[in-house]
């Protein structure tokens, strides 16, 4: 499975952006990880196969939505009131991730290649 990441671009603080990943899987879970200039990549959010269950980095809950859209086979994060530590290259994942580990990389066998958000003035 080949994901695709798409959105990211340069954006001011407190503004907002959409990413997306296709083909979203529908049996999998799927997660956006986000990795800055020298940092480890870590997770941002989870959505469980059924689209019921989401989850959320701390940091990002209350400004990130992960959501499906089984129509059009993708997931999306909206990103609102983005702030310049959201900088980062921003990656989508799939994987049978459970309760415990899906905030582990190593819990998704799929990645998406990386989009690049920027957060500046």
């Known amino acids: 499975v080949q994901l695709q990441a798409s959105g990211g671009g340069l954006v001011q603080p407190g503004g907002s952006l959409r990413l997306s990943c296709a083909p979203s899987?529908?049996?999998?879970?799927m997660a956006w990880f986000r990795q800055a200039p020298g940092k480890e990549r870590e997770f941002v959010a989870a959505?469980?196969?059924?689209?019921?269950?989401?989850y959320y980095a701390d940091d990002v809950k209350g400004r990130f939505v992960v959501s499906r859209d089984n129509a059009r086979n993708t997931i999306s994060l909206q990103m609102s009131s983005l702030k310049p530590e959201d900088t980062a290259v921003y990656y989508c994942?799939?994987?049978?991730?459970?309760?415990?580990?899906?905030?582990?990389?190593?819990?998704?066998?799929?990645w998406g290649q990386g989009t690049l958000v920027t957060v500046s003035s």
């Open positions: 899987q529908r049996s999998l879970t």
């Open positions: 994942a799939a994987g049978r991730a459970i309760l415990s580990t899906l905030t582990m990389a190593g819990s998704y066998v799929y």
């Open positions: 959505i469980r196969g059924s689209g019921s269950n989401t």
